[in-house]
C-alpha cells in the first residue's frame, strides 16, 4: 500500500505541473496569440498571484482545521474548479475583460494549489505512509519537461487552443488519480487522522493547528525574514517561468525554442530531486540551500549575458543545482523546523513569499520589456535575486539554531 501510494503521489505531482504548464507557463503564448500586450499580461499574471497571495491561506486554515473535508478532498475540489475556468477560456475569442478575470483566476487557482500538493506529503508521513517527496517532485518536472517539449511545437503547428484542450485532459487524469489515493490512504476523515496517531502527537498537532496564519508568523519571525529573501531569489524564476518566450524572441528563437528550453530545465531537476534523501544524508540543508541560493543568482547572470538561443540553454542547466536543489531543500527544511501542525502554514508562508515575489515579477516585467526588452528585464532580475540570496543566506542558519 505504501508504494502504490508513493506511485500515486508521484502521480499527482506529474499531473499538477503539467497543469502549471498549461497555464502559467505558456501564458504568454496564449495571451500574446489573443492580442494582450507584454504589460497587459504582466498585470494578468500579477493579479492572479495577487487572488493566490488571499487563497493560500484560507485554503491553509480549512486543511488544518476542517473535520469535514480531508486534504485530498480539498485539493480534488480546487482542480474542479481549474478545469471549469479552463474550459471556459476555450470557447472565449479575443482580449477581452472577462477572458482576463477568468484567466486571472485560473493562475490564481493552480498557484494556491501547489502547498497543498506539498502538504500532503507531511499529512501521509504523519499517517504513517513513508513519502519520499524528492522523488515523487521530480516525476513532477519530468511530467513537465515532456509536456513542454511537446506543447511547444503542436502551440507552433496547431494554434494556442490546443493549450485549453491538453489542460482539460490532463485535469481530467488528475481528478481520478486523487480519488484513487484518497481511497488507499487513512487521511480520508480527521477521525482517522487522529486514531492513525499516538495520543501525544495528536495534542501536538492541536497546539499548531490551532493557530492562525498571523500567530503562526510571530511563532518563526526568522523564517519571515528568511522567506522575504526566497521572494528575492525567486524572482528571476518568475521572470523566467513569466516571459520566457520573450526572452527567447529577444536573442532569435520562438514558441518552439520556448518550450524546448522549458523542457531542458525541467529535466535537470529531476536528478536532485530525485536523489535529494541520499545528498541529504551528507550534507544539512542549510548547506544545500545557500549553496542552491547562490547559483539561482549565476543562473539568470548567464541568462542576461546570453546572445544565442544555445546560451539560454546553458543558462537553463543551472536548474540542475538551483531549483532542483531548493525546493526539496525547502521542503525539507521546513519538516525539520515546524511545530507538530505547523507544517501546512509554513509551506503556505513560504509559497506566499514566493507569490508576493511573482506579482512584481509579473507586473514589472511586462512594462520593463515594452521599455527595455529582455536585456533590461534580466539585469534587474539579477540584481534581485542576488540581494534576495545574500539575505536568506545570512538568516537561515540562525532559524535552525533557534528551533532545535
Not at 501521509?124 to 519530468?142: C, D, I, K, P, Q
Not at 490512504?185 to 487522529?194: C, L, Q, Y
Not at 518550450?259 to 530531486?273: D, H, N, Q, T, Y
Amino acid at each position: 500500500m505504501k508504494r502504490l501510494l508513493n506511485f500515486e503521489y508521484a502521480g499527482i505531482n506529474g499531473g499538477y505541473w503539467m497543469v502549471y504548464g498549461v497555464v502559467c507557463s505558456f501564458a504568454s503564448v496564449f495571451l500574446l496569440e489573443k492580442g494582450y500586450s507584454n504589460a497587459d499580461i504582466g498585470i494578468i499574471l500579477a493579479a492572479g498571484s495577487i487572488a493566490a497571495v488571499f487563497i493560500q491561506p484560507l485554503l491553509a486554515d480549512i486543511a488544518d482545521r476542517s473535520k469535514k473535508i480531508s486534504l485530498i478532498g480539498l485539493i480534488e475540489t480546487v482542480t474542479v474548479v481549474i478545469a471549469a475556468l479552463m474550459g471556459i477560456t476555450f470557447v472565449t475569442g479575443k482580449a477581452s475583460a472577462a477572458l482576463s478575470v477568468i484567466f486571472v483566476m485560473m493562475v490564481a487557482w493552480v498557484t494556491a494549489l501547489q502547498p497543498l500538493i506539498n502538504s500532503l506529503a507531511f499529512k501521509l508521513s504523519e499517517s504513517g505512509y513513508e513519502v519520499n517527496f524528492g522523488a515523487a517532485r521530480s516525476m513532477g518536472s519530468l511530467a513537465y519537461s515532456v509536456l513542454c517539449a511537446v506543447l511547444g511545437t503542436m502551440a507552433e503547428k496547431y494554434g494556442v487552443n490546443i493549450l485549453p484542450v491538453s489542460g482539460e485532459v490532463i485535469l481530467t487524469v488528475l481528478l481520478i488519480v486523487l480519488i484513487f489515493a484518497g481511497r488507499h490512504s487513512k487521511i480520508s476523515s480527521e477521525h482517522e487522522k487522529h486514531e492513525f496517531l499516538p495520543e501525544n502527537e495528536n495534542e501536538e498537532r492541536e497546539t499548531g493547528d490551532d493557530i492562525n496564519l498571523l500567530q503562526f508568523i510571530k511563532r518563526n519571525k526568522l523564517f519571515l525574514i528568511a522567506s522575504f529573501g526566497v521572494g528575492g531569489i525567486f524572482f528571476s524564476n518568475a521572470v523566467f517561468n513569466s516571459f520566457m518566450l520573450q526572452i527567447v524572441e529577444g536573442v532569435g528563437g520562438n514558441s518552439e525554442d520556448m518550450g524546448r528550453v522549458f523542457s531542458l530545465m525541467a529535466f535537470c531537476e529531476i536528478p536532485p530531486m530525485f536523489f535529494f534523501s541520499r545528498v541529504h544524508k551528507k550534507f544539512s540543508c542549510e548547506v544545500l540551500l545557500r549553496f542552491a541560493a547562490i547559483c539561482f543568482t549565476a543562473k539568470v547572470i548567464w541568462a542576461y549575458l546570453a546572445s544565442s538561443v544555445a546560451m539560454i540553454f546553458v543558462a537553463q542547466t543551472f536548474q540542475l543545482v538551483s531549483f532542483g536543489v531548493f525546493l526539496p531543500g525547502m521542503v525539507c527544511f521546513i519538516d525539520e523546523i515546524m511545530e507538530k501542525g505547523e507544517a501546512v502554514k509554513g509551506q503556505a508562508l513560504y509559497t506566499i513569499m514566493i507569490t508576493v515575489s511573482t506579482v512584481f515579477a509579473s507586473f514589472t516585467g511586462g512594462f520593463i520589456l515594452d521599455m527595455g526588452g529582455s536585456s533590461a528585464l534580466l539585469l534587474i532580475a539579477s540584481a534581485v535575486t542576488g540581494v534576495g540570496t545574500l539575505l536568506f543566506i545570512a538568516v537561515v542558519g540562525k532559524i535552525k539554531k533557534k528551533n532545535t
